[in-house]
């Protein structure tokens, strides 16, 4: 099958060919007909797989087919939800290229930068609005954006936004939308939660289900290395050197964690970053930019921060440290293995971390092949530890582990708590370009504003 046999328009397909896709994903195949017949749909398929384009070009042809009927500024016509910053950015990058030979314009906004520029821009009139929650809700609240015209709906990484508690703020932009209007609901997985949202979103929803919940790639070479936890830099950076690699993304489960391993792998004499909620977004914009062009090897990240990233042909993934949630692995190695790539994802795992590792493979329903370095056996009188300020993680127990630093905090219910913090808190005490993240560093204090999208 060819994207010409979707019902796209010429100036779509051309577009499609210069970015040098010629044949639909499955989750293509099948999304794309049930968007261009004006049904609902609710879709999971793995990332990596081409979820983007599949509500991305049918959206465009039916945006391009039939044009606003309102007189002066165009309306926003289409509206498209996303968690977090790099993930908005990335869509709005694909939003771009597919509509270049349409006369469509569209606009991504977001947290952690000025909302000035964004005003002036929605003021010139958009079609297409690719939003974080908290943002749009700063827009709307200013009276910068109208969201009464809404033709289409999509949210997507619907399970990630539920996880980083902004269901509240989702059900306040649906309350601000028109009761007519066409929802597109994206997903990794069909959990209960994204059940129950799809059931008070979406009227008589197709469903495209492209594999089963929760298994990783199969072009994804997974492997276990049992190491003693302080050796763990001195292994990865012989990893690194050794095999030559020269684009490695690697996760933490911490901000603090992230930068002191950056600045340790640059002691080492291997070019790295790292991106999480508390650093800019211009400086996380630039480590994304320099890691794909390969001015730096490695870009360290906590699972927030990495949400949505979109690096073709990144050929390793490195799990420093295990993640709290079992699902997030599957996140996180779901970085590598794409559009067809093979791609291997590494565990690096100490006597600490062996709960999360049988929590994991009970998730996979297999276990992950072990390798060993010679040299780095573990030291069998090295005992576990509780982990995180003497609460082992728990199968089940809230997302987000304690609140020693982590990249997300738990309470209930779920909000977010660092991370991907919105600025509209800082926009109203006058911050100057400071994620609102940077004020709560994990110290044990609770933030008592809602949590809110960039």
Request: charge should be positive.
């Amino acid at each position: 099958m060819s994207f010409s046999s979707l019902g796209l328009s010429a100036d779509i397909l051309r577009a499609v060919e210069e970015q040098g896709y010629r044949e639909p994903t499955p989750v293509q195949r099948q999304a794309i007909p049930v968007v261009l017949s004006g049904q609902d749909l609710m879709a999971s398929a793995q990332t990596g797989t081409g979820k983007t384009a599949g509500f991305t070009l049918p959206l465009l042809q039916l945006l391009s087919a039939k044009p606003s009927d309102v007189k002066g500024r165009r309306p926003v016509r289409a509206l498209i939800l996303t968690p977090t910053r790099e993930l908005a950015a990335q869509i709005g990058e694909n939003v771009q290229a597919y509509s270049k030979y349409l006369r469509l314009r569209s606009l991504v906004v977001f947290g952690g930068v000025s909302i000035n520029p964004q005003m002036m821009k929605l003021r010139g009139g958009v079609d297409i609005l690719v939003a974080t929650p908290g943002r749009l809700l700063d827009l709307e609240h200013q009276n910068a954006v109208d969201l009464s015209r809404i033709e289409i709906l999509v949210l997507d990484e619907a399970d990630r936004m539920l996880d980083m508690g902004f269901i509240h703020d989702i059900r306040r932009v649906l309350a601000k939308l028109p009761a007519k209007r066409q929802n597109l609901l994206f997903s990794a997985t069909f959990s209960d939660e994204i059940k129950a949202l799809a059931n008070t979103l979406l009227t008589r929803p197709a469903s495209v289900e492209v594999v089963r919940r929760n298994t990783p790639s199969e072009l994804v070479t997974q492997n276990v290395h049992f190491v003693d936890k302080k050796r763990k830099r001195e292994l990865l950076s012989l990893l690194i050197g050794k095999g030559n690699w020269q684009q490695v993304l690697v996760f933490t489960r911490t901000k603090h964690g992230a930068n002191h391993l950056a600045e340790l792998l640059g002691k080492d004499g291997i070019t790295a970053a790292a991106i999480h909620g508390n650093k800019s977004q211009g400086a996380r914009t630039r480590a994304l930019a320099n890691f794909k062009e390969g001015s730096i090897r490695v870009l360290v990240a906590t699972d927030i921060a990495a949400r949505g990233l979109d690096i073709d042909q990144l050929p390793h993934v490195v799990n420093y440290e295990l993640p709290n949630v079992p699902e997030d692995y599957v996140h996180r190695i779901g970085r590598t293995g794409r559009a067809e790539s093979t791609g291997e994802a590494l565990s690096l795992v100490c006597v600490d971390e062996h709960k999360l590792l049988r929590d994991i493979e009970r998730l996979l329903k297999r276990e992950i092949p072990r390798i060993a370095e010679p040299g780095f056996e573990p030291d069998p009188n090295i005992k576990a530890e509780p982990i995180q300020n003497g609460r082992q993680s728990q199968r089940g127990a809230p997302r987000g582990g304690d609140r020693s630093g982590s990249e997300r905090h738990s309470t209930a219910p779920r909000r977010q708590r660092s991370g991907e913090g919105s600025p509209s808190g800082e926009q109203r005490r006058g911050g100057q370009g400071k994620p609102a993240a940077s004020r709560s560093q994990g110290n044990g204090q609770r933030r008592p504003a809602r949590a809110r999208s960039e």
